[in-house]
C-alpha cells in the first residue's frame, strides 16, 4: 500500500529544516494581541510588520461594540448557508452598505475573501468559456478558476501585450471570456497597469474582474482600489475584495452592475454549499466599511507610513521588489538560509515580518514581506527600518552561523 503521506516527505524535511533554524515561519503562534501593531510571540513584545492589517481597524472600539452588539442580538453563528437560513438582515445590510461604497448596483458577501473569488469565477465561467489569468494571480483565483470548469489561458505577468496576443489566438465565439487581474499583487506590491489592460478589453472584448483585495479601501480618491485610483471603474465588469485586510475581520465580497448579478447566487457553489459568515464578522464588516468611508485619514496615514517605509528600505541599500509605493514591500534576500535567518534574526529583535519562499513567490525569489499599517507610528517605521539596517548588515555573519548551528544539529 502506498502511504498518501508519502508526497509529503519533501515538504516535512524543509519544515524541519526551518525549525532547526529557528522559530516555526509557518506555525507562529501570538499568544495575545496588544493592539493592531503589538503582540506577544515568543514572550516578547513584537511590532506586527507582516499583518495585512492596513487600516489598523481590528482593536477599533466601533467596531468591536457592533460586534459585541451582534453577538447578543444573533448568537454566535447562522448554522447555515445564505440560500436557506443563513442570511440575516445584517448580511444584506452589509452587501447594500458596500454596493453603495463601490458605486455598484449589486453585492454579494461571501463567508471568506478565497471563497469570493472561488464564488465569483465559477459563478461567472463555466466549462465553455475561457478565463485568461495573470500568471502571479492569487492562489485563489486559479482554484476558482478550477472551480469553475473553464479552460485556462495564463498571460505574464502584468503584461497587456502578451494578453493582447494570446485574446488575438483565440475565437470569439468559443464561449465568454474572462481577465481577472489583481490591483495590488498580494507578494510584491505591484500594480495591475490597469489602463493598458482596458485598452485590450477595447479591441478584443471580454470581461474583466479585479480582485482588489489588497487595493480596497487603501487606493483611490474614495478607497474604492486600484480602478478608482485609475478612475476606470466604469470598464470593470466585476469587483472581488475581503474583509480580512482593511477591514480587519473575516469574509469577503464580488460586486457589479450586470443586470443577472444576483444568478451567481443560485449558481455557485463556493456561495451555497457553506455557512454564511457569523453575526459578529458580519457587523463588525458594516461598522468598518462605514468607517473607511467616513475616515480617509486612515488612508492617507496607510499611505505616508507606506512612503517612509520604502525611503528608508531604499536608503539602507536594500533591494525591493517593486519600485513603486504600497503597502506591500518587500525585501529581496539572497537565497533561503539567509532569509531563514533573517527572518528569525528580525523575529528576536522584535519584529515580526511575512517570510516568502519557493515556490510560493514570483520568479522563485526569496522574500521578506512587509506590510503596513495605517496604526504604525513613525516610530514604528522607523524601529522596522533601524532593524532591517542591523539584520542586513550582519547577514552574512548570520547566514555563517545558522550553517554551523545547522551543521553541529544534523
Ligand atoms: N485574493 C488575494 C489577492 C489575496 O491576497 C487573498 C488573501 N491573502 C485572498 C484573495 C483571500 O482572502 P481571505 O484570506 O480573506 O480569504
Aim: proline fraction near 4%.
Amino acid at each position: 500500500m502506498i502511504d498518501l503521506f508519502d508526497k509529503h516527505q519533501s515538504s516535512v524535511e524543509r519544515h524541519a529544516r526551518m525549525l532547526q533554524a529557528g522559530a516555526d515561519a509557518v506555525g507562529l503562534t501570538s499568544a495575545k494581541l496588544l493592539s493592531p501593531t503589538r503582540a506577544i510571540i515568543n514572550g516578547r513584545e513584537t511590532v506586527l510588520a507582516g499583518t495585512n492589517n492596513y487600516m489598523g481597524i481590528t482593536f477599533d472600539p466601533d467596531c468591536i461594540a457592533a460586534g459585541k452588539q451582534a453577538l447578543d442580538a444573533f448568537g454566535t453563528g447562522t448554522t447555515g448557508s445564505r440560500i436557506a437560513n443563513g442570511t440575516y438582515g445584517l448580511h444584506r445590510e452589509l452587501e447594500s452598505e458596500l454596493a453603495d461604497f463601490l458605486g455598484r448596483q449589486h453585492c454579494i458577501v461571501f463567508t471568506t475573501g478565497y471563497q469570493a473569488n472561488l464564488g465569483m469565477m465559477a459563478g461567472l465561467a463555466g466549462p465553455k468559456d475561457t478565463i485568461f489569468l495573470d500568471a502571479d494571480s492569487h492562489s485563489s483565483i486559479y482554484d476558482g478558476c478550477t472551480l469553475s470548469g473553464a479552460s485556462l489561458v495564463r498571460f505574464r505577468h502584468n503584461d497587456a501585450a502578451d494578453l493582447d496576443k494570446r485574446l488575438a489566438r483565440h475565437d470569439p465565439q468559443a464561449g465568454g471570456r474572462l481577465v481577472v487581474l489583481e490591483g495590488i499583487y498580494s507578494m510584491i506590491g505591484d500594480r495591475a497597469p490597469l489602463a493598458e489592460f482596458i485598452e485590450v478589453k477595447h479591441k478584443h472584448g471580454f470581461q474583466l474582474l479585479v480582485d482588489e483585495a489588497h487595493s480596497f479601501g487603501v487606493l483611490g480618491p474614495n478607497g474604492r482600489g486600484l480602478a478608482d485610483e485609475a478612475g476606470l471603474e466604469a470598464d470593470v465588469d466585476f469587483v472581488v475584495g475581503t474583509f480580512s485586510k482593511s477591514v480587519g475581520a473575516i469574509g469577503g465580497f464580488g460586486a457589479g452592475d450586470h443586470p443577472m448579478f444576483n444568478a451567481i447566487r443560485y449558481n455557485s457553489r463556493p456561495y451555497m454549499f457553506t455557512a454564511s459568515p457569523s453575526p459578529s464578522s458580519v457587523a463588525t464588516s458594516l461598522a468598518a466599511v462605514r468607517k473607511l468611508k467616513a475616515e480617509p485619514q486612515r488612508r492617507h496615514r496607510l499611505a505616508a507610513n507606506s512612503r517612509r517605509l520604502f525611503d528608508g528600505f531604499h536608503s539602507l541599500g536594500l533591494e525591493t521588489c517593486c519600485d513603486t509605493v504600497s503597502p506591500v514591500i518587500a525585501v529581496k534576500c539572497p537565497d533561503e538560509p539567509s532569509t531563514i535567518g533573517m527572518w528569525n534574526a528580525l523575529l528576536e529583535a522584535g519584529v515580526y515580518v511575512n517570510i516568502a519562499l519557493p515556490p510560493g513567490t514570483p520568479n522563485r525569489q526569496c522574500l521578506l514581506r512587509c506590510s503596513v499599517s495605517a496604526a504604525h507610528t513613525q516610530a514604528d517605521i522607523d524601529r522596522i527600518i533601524e532593524l532591517f539596517g542591523d539584520v542586513v548588515a550582519s547577514g552574512a555573519k548570520m547566514l555563517d552561523a545558522g550553517q554551523e548551528k545547522m551543521a553541529q544539529r544534523a
